[in-house]
């Protein structure tokens, strides 16, 4: 043994203490991911759902129920709907992880008049 005395195994303590932050960091940038691209989900669902809405409300349809359609078929949920003089405005939910629910909003309709 030519180490020093009482230092033998550092070298693995070292090595499992990295390893074991690796992992952790690991762990918080995926869950970090999965944030950010539920919430991107939600957001274009959204926007979908309000595009399909107005559309319907073009053509003499129901604007929600529209929307609601399209929202499912994206994987989310309508939380709430309105149309108002043309403008459709959505509000979907995604759950993400199991735990987080995530929404996004949006909102079509004819160009206003300037």
């Known amino acids: 043994?030519?180490?020093?005395?009482?230092?033998?195994g550092a070298g693995v303590v070292l090595v499992?203490?990295?390893v074991a932050l690796l992992v952790a960091l690991s762990v918080v940038c995926s869950?970090?991911?999965?944030?950010?691209a539920g919430h991107r989900r939600a957001q274009v669902a959204a926007e979908?759902?309000?595009?399909?809405?107005?559309?319907?409300?073009?053509?003499?349809?129901?604007?929600c129920?529209?929307?609601?359609?399209?929202?499912?078929?994206?994987?989310?949920?309508l939380a709430a709907c309105s149309d108002a003089s043309g403008v459709v405005e959505v509000v979907v939910e995604v759950e993400v992880m199991g735990t987080w629910m995530?929404?996004?909003?949006?909102?079509?309709?004819?160009?206003s008049e300037r």
């Open 1 to 8: 043994m030519t180490g020093r005395r009482g230092e033998e």
């Open 16 to 18: 499992i203490g990295v």
């Open 31 to 36: 869950g970090a991911a999965a944030l950010v």
């Open 48 to 63: 979908l759902a309000a595009l399909a809405g107005a559309g319907a409300d073009r053509s003499g349809l129901d604007p």
């Open 65 to 77: 129920a529209a929307a609601g359609r399209i929202a499912v078929a994206n994987g989310t949920g």
């Open 102 to 111: 995530l929404s996004g909003r949006a909102r079509a309709g004819p160009a």
